[in-house]
């Protein structure tokens, strides 16, 4: 292990934020500003972290020794830190070498191996939201006043959110982030355009679809067409409008998809509103919102502590792969980035899914 020249070290590695009129520090926002924020500032918490470590050690962080390095995820995982924190701390370290136009120390063996004897010995209890299945999904739905007034107002927009959330496999900073203007009508369904998802570091969103369901209990595009006609409604009239769509849908059997027009209302309004008592809609709904909303709708024998938010993404996954999606199909609607992420996820959400003990014949 090398001794660092002392805390200073770790100062000078510090991640510039500012760009003055030096080219050099001009081309290295730019290089920066290839990230996102968002990553940016992951990488600075986890550079930082670890500079700071170095510097309590007097062990130089840059360029940091194998050793030190895997020592230092060891530390962590021996004070709790999962796999998935490890991992993106060594992250951080392999990026900020690679600026410096270093070796990344993640692909030494001193480092490599570390990491996976760590992941071998893993076996903290995971605690993760319950996925949801379609069929609890359908007995929720099922159960939803969609036409008493005012509540009924609610029970549209929790239908709306509950299946835009679970067809769509959507983090929940994607569904309440749902613009009007994202969702268009195809033939079939309708084109939802996610705007920024974790994975998606250049901001260039993805295009998930949602297809017109069986029944109209199930469909999501029922479900939008009636929630958009009665917060269009409610933006031209307030609660009167809100109450006089209720009582137009409690009237309308049929399974039409009547979408209304984007015309002279604000397009840029959130798909999902809050929903006050009395029928005023609100604005956007925040992801403890949708949480609640998750728990709060649950049948009575599933327990509100396993269920969240992330219950909708987890119970699509684990029934795409229950019904045979590939790997590659689910994360058509995922996004995640690898099959190794889906194949991880449904070995925790659902051990028997694709897996040949089911087949065997016991
Ligand atoms: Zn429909």
Redesign the pocket.
Known sequence: MQPAAGSSAANEMRLPVLAGDDPFAVADAYRRAALSGATMSAYRTDWSHFADRCAVAAHRPLPADPDVVGAYLAHLGRAGSSASTLGRRLAAINKVHQWAGLPRPGVNPAVTLVMEGFRRSDERPVRRMAPLLLADLTRMLSALDTDSSPQGALGRRDRVLLLFGWALACRRGELTALRITDVTPTAGGLAIRIRRSKTDQRGRGLTKGLP??RT?LT?????Y?DWRRLSDAADRRGRVGVLAALERHATSTD???DLPADDDLDADRPVLRGVRAGGHLTGAVTGHAVNLVVKRRLPDDLDPARFGAHSLRAGFITEAARRGATGREIRRQTGQSSDRVVEIYIRENDPLAGNAVTAVGL
Not at 219 to 223: D, E, I, Q, S
């Open positions: 017109c369901g109209p469909c999501p595009v029922c479900a067409c399974h039409d998809h």
